[in-house]
């Protein structure tokens, strides 16, 4: 069966250094979301991309995250400098098209700032 | 803004019982609702999917409802077993051009051997 794949799993880094997330969605999805979940609540979209695009990322913290998907296929989310407030679980989740209604999520980052 | 809240927090039940979990969420014009399952440390798994024009959905034994109008919904688990344990998040999905999710803060269950 078909999984979105993410690296790191895990993520331990101090504070001021850059990190960076790589997501692989499943083949043939042209919709790829970055989602950041704090533990406790619920995850909060980070930014969207519709193939190699940007649709939405009204909710990236510009000053220090990038996201790209530079081929339209996998994605890469930075942060630089992590915050001790970046520590999180980073979700990606991919669909087939924007008008899709389901989202298929992979297994997340967890990130530790020190 | 979409707010989505669902109560309790955190629940335990001993092994067997019907459980039901809550959702609210302050904007009715959505799309649709879905229910979410996750397990500690891992991604979100999808268990049901119910459109704006719905009532309910069933899979097993889960049963969803969705109150538009009132801004709720409920997913109800028969016979609970052990593997059930797990955080259940609900997420809206709002009528914009976006197809983001808006999610609760989910409910952490615990079923009891």
């Known amino acids: 069966e078909a999984e979105v794949a993410q690296s790191p799993r895990y993520k331990i880094t101090e504070k001021s250094q850059a990190v960076a997330f790589w997501c692989d969605p499943i083949s043939g999805h042209a919709t790829l979301y970055w989602y950041r979940q704090i533990l406790g609540q619920g995850p909060e979209l980070l930014v969207q991309f519709q193939d190699e695009s940007v649709v939405d990322d009204s909710q990236l913290p510009k000053d220090r995250f990038s996201a790209e998907r530079l081929k339209g296929v996998d994605s890469t989310l930075k942060i630089q400098p992590a915050e001790l407030g970046d520590s999180a679980m980073y979700l990606c989740?991919?669909?087939?098209?924007?008008?899709?209604?389901?989202?298929?999520f992979g297994p997340g980052t967890r990130l530790t700032v020190t | 803004k979409q707010e989505v809240t669902q109560i309790p927090a955190a629940l335990s039940v001993p092994e067997g019982e019907n459980l039901v979990l809550n959702c609210s969420f302050t904007?009715?014009?959505?799309?649709?609702l879905q229910w979410f399952r996750q397990d500690p440390g891992k991604g979100l798994t999808s268990l049901l999917l119910?459109?704006?024009?719905?009532r309910e959905q069933t899979s097993g034994r889960l049963n969803a409802s969705l109150d538009k109008s009132s801004g709720r919904s409920t997913l109800y688990i028969a016979a609970s077993q052990p593997g059930d344990s797990a955080t259940y998040l609900c997420?809206?999905?709002?009528?914009?051009?976006?197809?983001?999710?808006?999610f609760g803060t989910g409910t952490r269950l615990t079923v009891i051997p």
């Open positions: 997420a809206v999905r709002i009528q914009t051009g976006a197809n983001n999710l808006f």
């Open positions: 989740a991919s669909s087939l098209t924007r008008g899709s209604y389901e989202q298929y």
């Open positions: 904007d009715s014009a959505i799309y649709n």
């Open positions: 119910i459109q704006s024009s719905q």
